[in-house]
């Protein structure tokens, strides 16, 4: 298998994006990356897309070749592959991405992902996300997204692992990282009490528990390590990545307080790259809702089961604390346009292990890992990433 | 010869309700909603109120300010966006009511919440091209929210009504513009008991676009600026849209706070600009400038340039209630009482 490197990273504003549609983001990060790994578009060879449900939110399918012929690939005739893992759809994009270079199939990869949300209503959009559950069982049953979160956190406090405060405190911190990040959806910060008297949506959850509804799109170029410097001096290099699959339903998990796919795709990660989580400067992580942000610190190895919301509420977790996470604002403060959320976070690791996130920057940062989740831990794909 | 504001009258139910009220009902922080839309309370009709009696209110009181023979009348149009009927006028009733019929031309106007300044706009044409002596616009609204939703803290009911003519003006209009594309941010389809909304697209591309633009456009093509006008009355849905955009215009706190009723009143719909118009008007001095800028969902803003004239001084404002007289004789609804005046509540057959 060959070294794999990212040599190009775009990203656009996220947010309610309503002047703009699916394909415009889409193209705009696409030719950022691209233009950022100093390419000519007879160089890619492959394209793959993450998104979860333009179906269902644009009413446009096979976007695979909707994006290759806008962005001016179909001419070259470049092969463009639409990758669905609900919320990890972009990182899962990421990973075919990287497989596909490793294995010495394709030379120059373009990894896009996007999701235009706002053209349908609140409401519509909710309908469209629970179909990342468990259909049959949970979401015709009445089960949301939030309420499913809203469960876990229950469950998290009853078991004495975290307060309802600790719990807040991961969205105040969000925030703050956000308003560090230019790109982010909201770029202001909040207090602790903002989120606790914000109007409830599943108890305890309250909708500053909860990542918004967003529009965006990011991208990144992908190419083998050793010809990374044709084209960059600040290669980035994967050094694992990892996914597991889980119950589609989280009422089969015998502990709704950790994610096992998390677990395990983030030890085969680990073993790829060599490291562990005591070598890793800073995170990101799928806090789709603040719960999980707890989770995913505990499943990924960074802090015993009890300890991650403590070690929030201590600013461990903060630009200049002993682990940085979420340093982009995360999908709370950032935005979540579900397909391009995996993919934004490799854009942060790069920036960052490139040493050019200006405000935000993590200084020295040297290994970086992200994680993504698809429904309520049914797909799980880590990254793993390091200065070349 | 100049076109003007002759006389003009207004009219808000009495009830009240207020956003901790509604809060309390559905759970949700009042007081947080109460402080986000600056809105202390909102008007409520009574059963037996809706935009025909408060048009021919607002527009009896207009008749007795002055000294006009309502045959002289030759337009009336009432602007609302809820009309008590599909098909079947609001305007021929109070032209009735003021005795203006039958020799006039009357219409229903529906411009979401403009269609009161589109009505001022249609007479001042007529009054200026010399086809009638004088002519009625109205803008009153009933205001629907469904229970529960965010618009259910501001929506409510108003008023207020215009003579318009050449003789014995009030006010002069200097100049008016309107500014209008297909924005579709706020809707209610025919049959629809309550309105749908895009949420924070109202917003920004909605009313701050179409505001703005229509506010900078007429003070422009009047070669002014901010400094030069003593009020300015916006288009309010809530107390906090108003202020933002003036701010962003130059305008200050005091400029505004005249006009601004919706903090006491709720959003009166077609009402909103008319209403506080009127509470300028209430208290406006020979001279003073005033900027005026509507705005209608759909979308679009009509801008009036308006100078107030020395009859001011002989005109009898004392013959029908002012705005002030309103906001002070009021009383307070609970909920439940609140839902059977707004027909809220499943009734049996």
């Not at chain 1, 807040?168 to 602790?192: D, E, M, T, W, Y």
């Not at chain 1, 005591?278 to 707890?294: G, P, R």
């Not at chain 2, 203006?100 to 001022?120: H, I, N, R």
Request: hydrophobic share 40%.
């Amino acid at each position: 298998m060959r070294e794999v490197a990212v040599i190009g990273t775009g990203v656009t504003q996220f947010g309610e994006l309503w002047d703009h549609s699916f394909r415009q983001v889409g193209i705009q990060a696409g030719l950022e990356a691209v233009y950022d790994a100093n390419l000519s578009g007879s160089e890619i060879d492959a394209m793959y897309i993450g998104n979860m449900s333009s179906g269902r939110f644009i009413d446009q399918h096979h976007i695979g070749a909707l994006i290759a012929d806008y962005s001016g690939m179909a001419s070259h005739n470049v092969p463009s592959t639409r990758i669905e893992a609900a919320g990890a759809s972009g990182s899962l994009a990421f990973r075919q991405g990287v497989m596909a270079v490793a294995s010495g199939m394709h030379d120059v990869v373009v990894v896009g992902g996007a999701e235009k949300m706002t053209d349908v209503s609140d409401d519509a959009s909710n309908f469209i996300l629970n179909s990342a559950a468990d259909q049959q069982w949970e979401s015709m049953m009445g089960a949301t997204f939030a309420s499913l979160h809203a469960m876990i956190a229950k469950r998290y406090i009853h078991e004495g692992y975290a307060t309802r405060e600790q719990i807040a405190q991961v969205a105040v911190k969000s925030h703050l990282h956000g308003a560090l990040n230019p790109k982010a959806q909201f770029q202001r910060q909040i207090k602790l009490e903002t989120v606790l008297r914000s109007p409830m949506v599943a108890e305890p959850l309250t909708m500053f528990d909860c990542s918004p509804i967003s529009d965006g799109a990011a991208a990144v170029v992908l190419c083998p390590l050793d010809k990374a410097h044709e084209y960059t001096d600040k290669p980035v290099k994967v050094l694992g990545t990892g996914q597991a699959s889980d119950t589609l339903a989280l009422y089969q998990r015998p502990d709704i307080c950790s994610f096992g796919a998390t677990k395990v795709a983030s030890r085969m990660a680990y073993d790829i790259a060599g490291v562990g989580p005591e070598d890793i400067d800073l995170v990101e992580v799928h806090d789709d809702y603040t719960i999980s942000e707890l989770l995913a610190l505990e499943d990924m190895g960074f802090f015993p089961r009890g300890e991650a919301g403590r070690a929030v509420e201590s600013g461990e977790t903060e630009i200049g604390g002993r682990l940085p996470v979420n340093t982009s604002g995360g999908l709370k403060a950032r935005g979540n346009p579900i397909g391009a959320t995996g993919v934004a976070q490799i854009v942060e690791l790069v920036t960052q292990l490139r040493g050019d996130a200006d405000k935000r920057q993590v200084k020295g940062a040297k290994t970086g890992m992200a994680q993504s989740i698809g429904g309520t831990g049914s797909t799980a794909v880590i990254t793993i990433m390091g200065v070349a | 010869m100049d076109v003007g504001i002759v006389s003009y009258g207004a009219y808000v139910p009495r009830y009240r309700i207020t956003p901790m009220e509604i809060g309390r009902v559905w759970g949700q922080d009042g007081k947080a909603m109460s402080k986000g839309l600056y809105i202390n309370s909102k008007s409520v009709p009574s059963p037996d109120e809706d935009v025909v009696t408060i048009s021919a209110q607002a527009a009896r009181g207009m008749m007795r300010r002055v000294q006009v023979d309502p045959a002289d009348i030759g337009a009336l149009y009432v602007g609302s966006e809820s009309h008590p009927y599909a098909v079947k006028p609001t305007g021929t009733i109070v032209a009735e009511a003021i005795e203006a019929s039958p020799e006039l031309c009357v219409a229903d106007l529906e411009f979401a919440c403009k269609a009161g300044t589109a009505g001022m706009q249609m007479v001042m044409g007529m009054v200026g091209s010399g086809m009638i002596r004088y002519g009625v616009a109205i803008g009153a609204d009933t205001s629907q929210g469904a229970p529960g939703d965010a618009l259910e803290y501001s929506a409510s009911a108003g008023g207020a009504a215009f003579l318009i003519g050449r003789e014995d003006i009030i006010a002069r209009f200097n100049g008016t513009l309107s500014y209008t594309t297909d924005t579709p941010d706020f809707w209610r389809r025919e049959g629809q008991p309550y309105p749908s909304h895009g949420g924070r697209f109202t917003g920004e591309p909605a009313y701050f676009k179409h505001v703005g633009e229509a506010a900078r456009r007429m003070m422009e093509r009047m070669g002014t600026s901010p400094g030069d006008y003593n009020h300015i009355v916006l288009h309010q849905p809530n107390g906090k849209f108003p202020q933002r955009m003036a701010s962003m215009l130059g305008f200050s706190d005091e400029q505004v706070s005249r006009g601004l009723l919706t903090p006491m009143v709720g959003n009166t719909y077609s009402g909103a600009v008319p209403l506080g118009l009127a509470a300028v008007l209430d208290v406006a001095k020979p001279g003073d400038r005033i900027l005026a800028v509507a705005y209608g969902s759909g979308a679009g803003s009509d801008a009036f340039d308006i100078t107030v004239t020395d009859a001011i001084k002989g005109f009898d404002r004392g013959a029908a209630p002012t705005i002030d007289a309103m906001m002070e004789n009021t009383r307070e609804l609970d909920y439940a009482t609140y839902a059977k005046y707004r027909g809220k509540i499943l009734m049996k057959g």
